[in-house]
């Protein structure tokens, strides 16, 4: 965190200014400090080399005769002068996991867009973590999927097995802006900030046909929804969630339901002591005044003394203990999880890939060892088996078909070995 973002976020956590509103953050934006900060954690993500709509990309920058520093300095002028307008966005279909010909949509904002959107961010971000609910886990700083993880399971331990397994509808692109903007108000009152944020709501959407064609989309006329793959959209997704959360700590709904409620973005459970289903029908109320949907066809009550419930890629519930037949309470990778990770491994190694082996093996062991830093909590012996197994089985039949050699081996000397292939049960200790 940056020295600004730190002194912000010390005043928004002051208990004494619980409500105070901040008027004078535009000038802050525009900081050269905000702004080359901005630069360098944009730089650090690889998605910073994606065009948007007008091509540009982070080595364009780079390689223009005044550099970073005037890319950054064009941008300020246009900030201070009121002449700054964000350019089309462009969208992206992302094949759904597990659901052949669902897509996405992934809105990819110029990098001149991402850039101002990061330094708003960093200037917002600490404001708003100071209201945010402590069962909220999504895309908030020192906080994760596997934290939230840890706390479903602790819930569960507890005896807060009746569950509501919750899916929400089109989250992101149903969140009404006049009711965000509102949520975003409750805090900030600087106009430019304001009008920076509406024109990023509002950005036209340079959205793909079904025929590969493009056609414009969003716009002025779009009073719905946050495009997925902005900078600013995880924050404004969490602030508007934050909402629901807010109402179920001030209904008291802990007490009346007893139970707890654990958030990550959009994704979020109910974890009760027999009030399942009363505490189902409160979130659909509450969601529908927010203007928003809970999925009846994908939002299930569920025992988990009795069967499993997943979210966020864990099962959890009634597992058994392999070495006696016992039951217990666990967490382990779901089974959709385990196939999601095979499948990627298998679109590597194809027989197409002609890349170089060392160089397929160091995109196998990127993807084995991220897999196995998320999935590293609970029961996760007979994922690591399923995975270290197929592991084994593509590779040797990607080099077979190569070398026209390799056929079989043991895994130890050849695969895991020679081979260099990472251990999922040992990735996470690698170097």
Known sequence: MCAISRNISDLAADSRLSEKRFADLFNIVCDRGTLAHAWQRLARNKGSNTPGTDRVTRKTVEERPDGVAGFLEDIRQDLRQGTYQPQPVRQRLIPKPGKPGKFRPLGIPTLKDRLVQMALKLVL??????DFEDSAYGYRPGRGGVDAIKEVHRRVLQGYTDVVDADLSQYFDTIPH???MRSVARRIVDR?????IKLWLR???????GEGGRRMGGGRKQTRGTPQ???ISPLLANLYMNRFLKHWRQRDCGRMFQAHVVSYADDFVILSRGHAAQARAWAKTTLTKLGLTLNEDKTSLKDARRERFTFLGY???????RRDGSWYLGASPSSKSVQRCKAKMSELLVAGNMAPWSEVRDRLNRLVRG?????SYGSCALAYRAIEHHVWHRVCRFLRRRHKADRGGNPDTDVFGRRGVLRPRLARVAP
């Open 203 to 209: 950005a036209p959407v340079e959205e793909q046909d």
């Open 192 to 196: 430019h900030v304001l009008r920076l």
């Open 178 to 180: 006049q009711e965000l």
């Open 371 to 375: 897999w196995t830093a998320y999935f």
């Open 229 to 231: 793959g902005g900078v």
């Open 125 to 130: 971000e600490p404001i708003f973590e100071a």
């Open 315 to 321: 099962a959890f519930g009634r597992h058994c203990l």
